[in-house]
């Protein structure tokens, strides 16, 4: 059930789960004979903003004293906070476990869980859950756009990403790592409800990810694949795993954390700036980085900065194994 609209791609994705995970070089320039609606692997095709970039508006956004003239809103995002989030998608029947079994078992159940991480394919892995673009207050808007929604049910997402722009290995990223679960606000439905979900109610408040900002032909969808591949690149320059393991901090039934090691081990990792740390039943399950952005929303600057939301955790915080 969880995966409802998911089972049709299993034969997809293992026939291409070979494919290395790096994101491969990006060369500019060389998508003259690139047939239309196939952006294969070219870079983004966004309007270019140097200009409005080495003028008076050289800002990030939230950071302008003037509006931005409505000719260049494709190089200034109006709503200029832009955080990419993360699952951590623990397992909750540990929550009763850590509080209730007694020593030997709890040591018995960890040892099999450490033994067996390796084997877990997102157990050591932040998941993705999106990129959101608030208000410089913290505040937020959705489903901004409905006319550029896109439905699976009558689009398929699938086909779109795979067919009409020739993006397997993204594809393959999102399946593998932008995963449905119990946090994300989409009622029992499977990755590609999240997929659609996401892109519908953020994806479409961005006013530098209009079809209007691309260069050449523009093919439907176009901005929806290029959200997603932003989405992906992002999350893979924030390997929260692996941010907090460098201290020492990695999932357990044995102990709580103190919430302010986490957060001073994700702070270290993102240029000294506060990330949020998001708990359920006091164990954490979200992180979310915050970010000012120079330009596009595709080919722009990202600079961190503190979070706007104070975390949801306890002093003390479970972090438990997947
Ligand atoms: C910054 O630019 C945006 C977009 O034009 C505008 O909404 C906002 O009011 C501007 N901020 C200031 C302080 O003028
Ligand atoms: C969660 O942990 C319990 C207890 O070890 C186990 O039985 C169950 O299979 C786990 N669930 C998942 C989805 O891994
Ligand atoms: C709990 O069990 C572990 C391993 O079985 C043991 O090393 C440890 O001393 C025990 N702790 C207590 C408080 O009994
Ligand atoms: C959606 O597209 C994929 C990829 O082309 C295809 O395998 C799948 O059968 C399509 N799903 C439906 C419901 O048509
Ligand atoms: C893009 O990918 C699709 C699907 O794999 C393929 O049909 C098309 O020829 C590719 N286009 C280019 C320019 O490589
Ligand atoms: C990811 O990190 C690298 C290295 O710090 C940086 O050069 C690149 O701009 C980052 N990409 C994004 C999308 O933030």
Known sequence: MLFKSFAPFVALLSAVSAAPLQLTCQVAGDSDDTPVGAANNTEYSVVDCSTFLTGAFDTFSCHNTTAIPETDSCCFENWGVLMQTQFWDYNSSYLSIVTSADNDTLHQLEAEIQANVA????????????????????????YCNPSLEIND????????????????ELFNKMAKYWLNNEKSNVNNAGSIDLWEHEYNKHGTCMNTLLPKCFTGK???????????????????NYSTYQFLQQFGITPTLLKQYKLSDV???????????????????GAIDEIWYYNNLKGNVLTGEYQAIDSLTPSTCGEYVWYLPK
């Open 153 to 168: 049910d009558k689009d398929n997402i699938t086909h779109v990403i795979v067919d009409v722009f020739g993006e397997t």
């Open 263 to 281: 957060q001073t081990a994700l702070a270290q990792a993102n240029n000294g700036k506060q990330v949020y740390v998001g708990c359920l039943k």
């Open 119 to 142: 084997n877990n394919p997102t157990g050591q892995v932040f998941t993705i859950h999106g990129l959101w673009n608030d208000l410089c207050d913290g505040s937020y808007n959705q």
């Open 218 to 236: 523009y093919t439907k969808f176009e901005n929806t694949v290029s959200f997603y591949k932003k989405v992906v690149e992002l999350w893979e």
